[in-house]
């Protein structure tokens, strides 16, 4: 379990994040909960601890996250080098956001790539969950094929960045 820290407003906290089948347990400066994922969709999650249902999404802006709960959006800033298993986090590497077989790999090493554009689908619980370049680029490798089956957090695509840094 790695450590993320961010800044929310003034505030700065560290987060881990482990996922086990369809449980996630957050620790968040300290203070651990354990959530039921309900549903999965890419960025989307809705999850839940009792009788309590959380709905989070997140979308990158830059070098920060967009975070959406329960209809409230926050601007979360990644605090030094990126220390967490999320991939997104990073703009020179795509990893597995979750554990699931790959179905298709759209780009081969050497390709350049447009923010967005789609570099592979995963399937997880019978769902597709595109994962597209965090940046404008050039695709150094690709370190999965089709069929495989990937853990949450490894490195399947590496890129170079040609946007400047935000």
Do not use: W
């Not at 329960?70 to 030094?80: F, L, N, T």
């Not at 020179?92 to 050497?110: F, H, R």
Request: hydrophobic share 45%.
């Amino acid at each position: 379990m790695k450590n993320t820290r961010f800044r929310l407003g003034e505030k700065e906290h560290v987060v881990s994040a482990v996922r086990l089948g369809a449980r996630l347990v957050l620790t968040l400066d300290g203070q651990t909960r354990e959530y039921e994922v309900i549903h999965e969709g890419g960025t989307d999650f809705v999850l839940r601890h009792g009788t309590e249902q959380l709905q989070v999404s997140a979308a990158r802006i830059g070098a920060a996250l967009k975070v959406t709960t329960q209809g409230e959006c926050a601007r979360v800033e990644i605090v030094g080098r990126r220390a967490s298993s999320a991939a997104v986090l990073s703009r020179d590497v795509v990893e597995a956001p979750m554990t699931g077989k790959v179905v298709l790999i759209a780009v081969q090493p050497g390709a350049s790539v447009q923010r967005g554009e789609v570099l592979l689908v995963l399937e997880a619980m019978k769902m597709e969950h595109r994962l597209v370049a965090p940046c404008t680029g050039l695709v150094l490798s690709v370190s999965t094929q089709v069929g495989s089956i990937v853990d949450i957090g490894m490195v399947l695509v590496k890129l170079r960045s040609s946007e400047e840094s935000t």
